[in-house]
């Protein structure tokens, strides 16, 4: 059995679609592992988002299509808005006493963050790791870990092209949902050249643009609008205007109807305000633990660093913690250590 810390080879960063060889060792080690494996689970982490559940989905259809024996894990359900790239319910939550020749994890920045299907994966022959998270742990025996890359989607396109695998239409629409959510719609700093090109293969190979901006960017349920009420009427400024927080309690999920599903993308409401510099969400999970999500808008303030703080992770630009003790005090502690980091760049 594959153990959970076991540290393994990593890739790096990647060039444009032209240069996926210059990376080559870990996706052909990753892809000569998958040829004698017949038995797959691709997991992914909870809370899915657009990039998690495009990147499992599109996998696994691909590997279905190679005549592997694949299920689809995640503790949590699909996301409403993205049930249209799942017509076949893919995605199942977790079963115990599985075995597996191969267990997949995607846009997981640790093993820990794979919820309850991590004790369901525990009779593996291997562990693979394909994630662009720079505080990914390396959990894998097999690991391609490339922060340069904006979406695992990205990554899970590399390895199919590598392989040559055929990019079905199906498999098209869940990697450009992948790439375009974790991209913010291709807005985000992290969008490089190659992630244009990748979405331009996607779409020539079928992605149905209309369908997904419609499904994912423009079909919000009532709740979300009332939560979003709640977003403007209730945010607060502090350090000169330059940190935006919000607080979703319990009782404003009750409220309105919502869920944490429908809090997906919140956090730019207020980060797009102008002189906004980090923004932050604090999101009640119990009454002594909470959920707090980071968003800067500069290159100079790490967020993923403050995140690491409070055992959390990310990216540069976009982060979170899960944080125990008291919410007062962990919004306190929270504030002052971004203002910390907005003091040092000032």
Same mark, same amino acid.
Request: some cysteine; aromatic content about 6%; glycine content about 8%.
């Given at each position: ?45 909870? /809370? $899915?988002?657009?990039?998690? *559940?495009?990147?499992? +989905?599109?996998?696994?259809? %691909?590997? #279905? ?126 969008? /490089? $050249?190659?992630?244009?090109? *990748?979405?331009?293969? +996607?779409?020539?190979?079928? %992605?149905? #643009? ?52 429908d809090t997906e993308g ?9 002189p906004v510099v980090v ?68």
């Open positions: 059995m594959a153990g959970a810390g076991r540290r393994g080879a990593h890739g790096g960063s990647a060039g444009p679609l032209s240069a996926v060889k210059s990376y080559p060792k870990i996706i052909d080690r990753i892809l000569e592992a998958l040829r004698v494996c017949q038995t797959v689970c691709v997991a992914g982490h909870v /809370r $899915p988002d657009g990039d998690c *559940v495009g990147s499992q +989905l599109g996998l696994t259809l %691909a590997l #279905l299509a190679q005549g592997k024996q694949v299920v689809c894990w995640n503790e949590d359900p699909m996301p409403q808005k993205y049930r249209f790239l799942d017509p076949d319910h893919l995605l199942q939550k977790p079963k115990p006493n599985r075995a597996f020749d191969a267990v997949i994890a995607t846009d997981c920045a640790s093993f820990e963050r794979l919820g309850r299907v991590g004790p369901c994966v525990g009779q593996r022959k291997l562990l693979i790791n394909i994630d662009h998270h720079a505080s990914n742990t390396r959990y894998g025996d097999l690991n391609w870990v490339s922060p340069r890359e904006p979406s695992a989607g990205e990554l899970i396109f590399r390895l199919l092209k590598v392989a040559r695998w055929p990019i079905t239409k199906p498999i098209a629409d869940c990697l450009f949902t992948a790439v375009s959510t974790d991209t913010g719609s291709f807005q985000y700093p992290t969008t /490089r $050249p190659a992630t244009y090109h *990748v979405a331009g293969e +996607l779409v020539r190979r079928g %992605a149905d #643009l209309s369908r997904i901006c419609s499904e994912v960017y423009q079909s919000y349920p009532l709740c979300r609008a009332r939560l979003l009420k709640h977003v403007y009427g209730h945010f607060r400024l502090t350090a000169d205007n330059r940190i935006a927080y919000l607080w979703l309690k319990r009782a404003d999920f009750a409220r309105t109807g919502a869920d944490s599903d919140l956090i730019d409401h207020i980060r797009a305000i102008e923004a932050c969400i604090f999101e009640e999970i119990e009454p002594a633990l909470t959920r707090v999500s980071l968003r800067s808008k500069s290159d100079r303030v790490d967020v993923n660093k403050i995140a690491a703080q409070f055992g959390g992770g990310g990216h540069a630009a976009a982060a979170g913690a899960r944080i125990p003790g008291q919410p007062l005090a962990t919004q306190r502690r929270v504030i002052a250590a971004v203002a910390k980091a907005l003091h040092a760049v000032a």
